[in-house]
């Protein structure tokens, strides 16, 4: 099993009764199962128990990003805040990369534009790495969007996965050091398209709240991430399936 991931949210405000509905904070927190590779460009595949950690809004003076976990804006588009927690990698779990220096568990911020009708949608994300890596990543993608009724809503996309010349170097990078003390070659990976792929997810809204959420995803990895002899060792096909379960929260302060 792999490691499990703990992420906490919390907040502390104090405000005056008049400003109350003036801030608020709009998210959804839940836990998944699933199964994954062990890393980026591994060939084995392992179990995944996780938090998850939906971004919906925040409203507070002249900021307001986002339009709700659930909402669709009026004129289709929004901004979002943008997160992502990427497993670490370890030779102690994964004993072919003996000799690689260890990547601790990954949490990455940043922002997302999307754009969404009835029936479909677009977005595009920027994060940043503050613990794990410090590099530049990015999502592009879009959602062919079916609601069979009103409890039921299943989406499907492409999507394509960016990195910078830091990130991918951390990922899919082997410096002499680690060359001289591992089974592989000495290898320095740039930045850009790293990973091409498509998302299937289903869901099913119990109440308001609370939602059971299912995703298979396949990935390609790309350019310099699929030449990486660490890829090499591994596959550039990447699998991920998983099953989870969320409640949203609005906070008001």
């Known amino acids: 099993m792999r490691a499990f991931i703990f992420v906490s949210v919390s907040m502390i405000a104090f405000a005056a009764p008049a400003a109350a509905q003036e801030r608020s904070f709009n998210f959804a ?14 060939g084995d595949t392992g179990g995944l128990v996780a938090p998850t950690f939906t971004f919906g809004s925040l409203k507070w003076g002249p900021v307001d990003i986002g339009n709700g976990v ?39 911020l940043g922002l997302g534009l999307k754009y969404q009708q009835t029936n479909w949608m677009a ?30 809503r299943f989406t499907a996309g492409p999507r394509v996965n960016f990195g910078n010349d830091e990130f991918a ?19 320095d990976a740039t930045g850009g398209a790293l990973s091409a792929g ?6 099913y809204f119990i109440d308001d709240k609370w939602s059971l959420e299912g995703v298979v995803s396949y990935e390609k990895l790309l350019g310099d991430a699929a030449d990486s002899p660490i890829t090499l060792n591994g596959s550039e096909d990447q699998w991920r399936i998983g ?9 008001n302060f």
Do not use: C
């Open 123 to 152: 977005f595009g994300e920027v994060r940043k790495g503050v613990t794990g890596h410090d590099g530049v990543t990015g999502t592009l993608g879009a959602d062919w969007i079916v609601r069979p009724n009103d409890r039921w």
């Open 70 to 108: 659930r909402g669709i804006p009026d004129n289709g588009l929004s901004l979002n805040g943008a997160f992502r927690i990427l497993d670490e990698r370890t030779a102690e779990t994964s004993s072919e990369l003996a000799g690689l220096e260890d990547i601790d568990i990954a949490v990455e």
């Open 169 to 187: 170097n951390t990922y899919f990078g082997v410096s002499a050091a680690e060359a001289a003390a591992s089974s592989f070659s000495q290898y």
């Open 243 to 251: 099953l989870g379960v969320s409640r949203i929260f609005n906070l």
């Open 29 to 42: 927190l839940g836990a998944g199962v699933g199964a994954a590779p062990e890393y980026m460009g591994s």
């Open 198 to 203: 498509l998302a299937v997810t289903g869901t």
